[in-house]
């Protein structure tokens, strides 16, 4: 995934609180200078969400993080990569997590594609066609709704 931008203290801006006010209290200014105890907190954080990651790796460099390590799936390494980056303070995430398990592809749709002859192609059966909807959930609003030259995420089988 790479480099993944967000707003540094996006909440307390978005709150209409002025600068002065957005000030945080010395002792959360001691924990920003401090970013190995800034780690550990992302890392606590991480780990109460209950991913199921191996070898989490959480760096801090002022307002970056570098997060790295093993996880099964795409889902979960995108929901670790906001998880750390929705933080107070956090501008950027520099993901390096590696998924293990099997990918999603992407799929062009063409003229005369529907969600059951896309699942045909891909899984050997046209009833399947919901795993691929839910992928594509909220881009899709209905299994019907799709047109050629749109890009589509289809899940892995398994």
Do not use: C, W
Request: charged fraction near 25%; avoid cysteine; hydrophobic fraction near 40%.
């Amino acid at each position: 995934m790479g480099l993944i931008s967000f707003i540094k203290d996006a909440g307390a801006k978005l709150l209409g609180q002025d600068d002065e006010q957005v000030q945080p209290p010395a002792e959360v200014e001691a924990d920003k200078a401090n970013d190995a105890m800034r780690a550990m907190s992302l890392m606590r954080h991480v780990k109460a969400l209950g991913f199921d990651i191996e070898g989490l790796q959480i760096h801090v460099d002022g307002e970056t993080v570098r997060v790295a390590g093993s996880v099964a799936d795409q889902e979960t390494k995108e929901k670790i990569a906001l998880a750390v980056g929705n933080t107070a303070g956090i501008g950027t995430v520099d993901d390096r997590l590696e998924v293990t398990g099997p990918k999603a592809v992407f799929y062009t749709v063409a003229s005369g594609d529907s969600l059951s002859k896309i699942a045909r192609e891909h899984y050997g059966d046209a009833n399947k066609y919901q795993a691929i909807f839910e992928a594509n959930r909220p881009m899709l609003e209905h299994p019907d709704k799709i047109f050629p030259g749109q890009v589509l995420r289809i899940p892995d089988a398994g």
